[in-house]
């Protein structure tokens, strides 16, 4: 398997490009949008991880901003850079390493082959971007599987989940334009945790990474311990592990609508697909939590140990 990444470069986002590293599976290319923070600082991100974690694909700069130009970031839960931690953080000195242009380069890979799977951790922008100026290129895309949306409560209003959210245009051009969506939601997510006890196994492994891995760990589970929880939904790498062990989960065909407008704006509707119509998605709505919870604390502490 041959693979895209769109991200807005969290720690789960790293996380999450971890885990597909770990499960064997190639990147050809990162393209990064606004989300967790601004722009500039989400590059910042992806360069100083790809130094620190040896990424060898390249990256490329994206929308600074939804389709319609709005912009909504995650800095009030993630802080500035988008990336909590403790004491330590990614090197931030790491510039350069990403190039202009990721809607050229999304449409140049997706036109080179016929099988194109994405994986999108963050706003749709960018994919909904190239697919909204080539309607054509949707018939080549194998699948898009999207960490978005909530079947029930949201995370960034009471209605809408954050990526669903910051650009439900976005979402709404993929839903219409037939691309084969598979989407990994909030609720599904917020079963799959990890806790102080994870973390403290990768602080110990004892490799280059293995005090930066946990420190950032650590600071992402503070999200969840400031709410008086004992663990933290793990989110971006449940997407990925969605993408490559789809054994694990249980999919359902729907038809999924985003709300655009009004105080249900970025909202997710999910209905039954009735007698004649066709899904426009597919939802996950079960899984094996432990497997994929496995699957993703054993990336963390494989990193933690080279």
Request: hydrophobic share 45%; aromatic share 6%.
């Amino acid at each position: 398997m041959r693979l895209w990444i769109d991200s807005d470069m969290g720690f789960d986002d790293l996380w999450a490009i971890l885990t597909i590293g770990s499960l064997g599976i190639r990147i050809d290319g990162l393209s990064l949008v606004a989300g967790n923070a601004a722009l500039p600082q989400v590059v910042r991100n992806a360069c100083t991880a790809a130094r620190a974690f040896d990424w060898d694909f390249p990256i490329f700069e994206g929308a600074e901003s939804a389709l319609l130009g709005g912009k909504v970031t995650a800095e009030r839960i993630l802080g500035a850079t988008g990336i909590r931690s403790r004491e330590k953080a990614l090197d931030d000195k790491s510039t350069g390493c990403a190039q202009p242009g990721a809607f050229e380069a999304i449409r140049e890979w997706i036109e080179s082959r016929s099988g194109s799977i994405l994986l999108a951790l963050g706003p749709l922008t960018n994919i909904a971007a190239v697919v909204g100026a080539s309607p054509e290129l949707a018939k080549r895309i194998e699948r898009v599987v999207w960490m978005g949306g909530s079947v029930r409560q949201g995370n960034h209003t009471p209605s809408a989940e954050f990526n669903a959210f910051v650009d439900p245009e976005a979402a709404a051009t993929l839903l219409s334009a037939q691309v084969d969506m598979t989407i990994v939601d909030l609720e599904i997510c917020r079963n799959v945790r990890f806790g102080e006890s994870d973390v403290r196994h990768v602080s110990g492994m004892g490799g280059r990474n293995a005090a930066l891995l946990a420190d950032l760990a650590r600071g992402y589970l503070d999200i969840g311990l400031e709410r008086g929880r004992d663990s933290m939904a793990i989110y971006d790498p449940v997407a990925a592990v969605a993408l490559a062990r789809p054994g694990l989960f249980g999919f359902v065909e729907s038809s999924v609508e985003i709300v655009l407008s009004g105080s249900k704006r970025g909202q997710t509707i999910v209905n039954a697909v009735l007698p004649g119509e066709k899904a426009n998605a597919k939802i996950a709505v079960d899984a094996d939590h432990e497997a994929i919870r496995r699957v993703c604390v054993d990336t963390l502490l494989r990193e933690g140990k080279r």
